[in-house]
């Protein structure tokens, strides 16, 4: 049998993942378990101990080419060894620290694909002050619940926050080689709750694997990751039916902010809102 094709799953939070991956495993060709998966810091953390090894230094300077095919084969082997019980042509991988390493991933697999998670930042706020109003006792892991909601929203969106960091990512795909462009498929979370059956539809075929129908409103429930990494201000939970999300009402100055300060974002995926708000309501 030949190795599975690697799918990376990734973007930003609270973007849709849980429910993406919950849709790929309706495929019967798709392996995926919905966990945020530890490989990516397990092959970081390889790397990163390897570089700094006197003993294969030495080596490569002796020897570089047949020493780094070593290395290289090892580590490939590594990651192949992860999916090894797996019958399924396709496995995914799901942490968002795969966008900004897509030519890792292609060196594991030339056939890498990445599905890329986004969603109005605005909601992505609003989602996570909701949250955090229903968790007021337990504090972020990098302590936000002291902040005012303004405070927050700039922690959060900063270029190391837990959405900016993936953020700066998505901004920085103009970046890479067209070849590495072709190898994502951003998935908008409003188009994937709307139209989950058309956007899988195309995903799949993306993807070369088979059509597959899926029903929306009798999904199979998943085991849930664990949410208290992240003192449940996250959650990962997944549900037997699509429902259409709540939108979530914010301050007009953080809104109008993130849209200032992220123009390129919403010009890329959310013109509408630009449009709309740069020329009035339209009759």
Known sequence: MSDPKLVCVTGLPRSGSTLLCQL????????????????????????????????LLSRLDGDFDRTYRRLQRSCRAFA???WDETEAPVVVDK????????????????????????????????????????????????????LSPYARAEALFAPKGVVGGPLR???????????????????????????????MADLFAWLGLKPHDIDPQNLTVRRQEADSYYRFKYPHSTHPK??????RQISPRIDAELKQTHPWFYELFYPGLLSTEAGGTQP
Not at 26 to 52: C, K, N, W, Y
């Open 95 to 146: 942490h968002r620290g795969w966008l900004n390493q897509i030519e890792l991933a292609l060196e594991l697999d030339p056939e890498a694909r990445m599905l890329v998670c986004v969603r109005e930042l605005g909601q992505i706020f609003g989602s996570i002050e909701a949250q955090h109003r229903q968790t007021l006792w337990l504090d972020f892991p990098d302590d936000l619940a002291n």
């Open 242 to 247: 699509i429902q259409p999300p709540r939108r």
């Open 24 to 55: 790929l495993a309706e495929h019967p060709d798709i392996d995926v378990d919905g966990m945020s998966s530890p490989l990516f810091g397990a092959l970081q953390t390889l790397r990163a101990h390897l570089s700094d090894s006197d003993f």
């Open 80 to 82: 192949a060894a992860w």
């Open 169 to 199: 990512s998505v901004q920085a795909v103009q970046d890479r080689p067209p070849e590495e462009q072709q190898r994502l498929f951003f998935v908008v979370f409003e188009h994937l709750t709307s139209e989950p059956e058309t956007v």
